[in-house]
Each structure stands twice: as structure tokens, then as C-alpha cells.
Nanobody, 121 residues
Framework: QVQLVESGGGLVQPGGSLRLSCAASGRIFRIDVMGWYRQAPGKQRELVASVTSGGNTNYADSVKGRFTISRDNAKNTVYLRMSSLKPEDTAVYYC???????????????WGKGTLVTVSS
């Protein structure tokens, strides 16, 4: 069984920074893409950033230049460094990973339970 556990959310003032972490555990053969999504109240979940096992990254236009995604493949962990935070960044942030449990199985889509980030003065 695979689990994704996020940490690092909280309350931060506009212009501040936070770092989110997400660790995958359990039966894991290989992790392909890891990413962060967010969902603000009344809005659909949206992709924030993603990173492949080779380190290729992708960002939503709204966070380019402010957020940085990285991963530690040895620790099965993905990070999201958020800087110059704005009130509109307030949302529940979810970790996502495409994980192969066995060498012969297709990659499955796994989600964490989410961590709340609130940007407010």
C-alpha cells in the first residue's frame, strides 16, 4: 500500500515563504512524475508544478518565478518552495505521484490528503 504524506502548510503573511514536503512510502518500485496541485474554496483543483524522475519541471503560469519544485529520488520525496506568496495562493495543496508498485504493473495515480496554506495579514 502506498501513502503520500504532506507537511509544511500553515499561515503566512503576503510576501512570505513556505516549503511543502511530501514523502511517499510503502510498496514502491518506481516513481515517475511527482507534483503539487491546489484547490481554493469554490474552485477546481489545479496543477501548480510537477517534476519528472529526470528533473524536468513544469509550472502553472501563476506561480512561475515564485515557486520551485524539487525532488529527492532517494527519499521518495518532493518539495515545493513557495516565495512571494499572495493571498490568491491560499488553498489546500495536494501532493500527487505516478507510482509503479511492481515492475510489471502500470503506474497508478496517488494523492496525499492535502495541507492548508493560508496567505493573509
Amino acid at each position: 500500500q502506498v501513502q503520500l504524506v504532506e507537511s509544511g502548510g500553515g499561515l503566512v503573511q503576503p510576501g512570505g515563504s513556505l516549503r511543502l514536503s511530501c514523502a511517499a512510502s510503502g510498496r514502491i518500485f518506481r516513481i515517475d512524475v511527482m507534483g503539487w496541485y491546489r484547490q481554493a474554496p469554490g474552485k477546481q483543483r489545479e496543477l501548480v508544478a510537477s517534476v519528472t524522475s529526470g528533473g524536468n519541471t513544469n509550472y502553472a503560469d501563476s506561480v512561475k518565478g515564485r515557486f520551485t519544485i524539487s525532488r529527492d529520488n532517494a527519499k521518495n520525496t518532493v518539495y515545493l518552495r513557495m516565495s512571494s506568496l499572495k493571498p490568491e495562493d491560499t488553498a489546500v495543496y495536494y501532493c500527487n505521484a505516478e507510482i509503479k508498485v511492481f515492475s510489471f504493473s502500470a503506474a497508478g495515480d496517488y494523492w496525499g490528503k492535502g495541507t492548508l496554506v493560508t496567505v493573509s495579514s
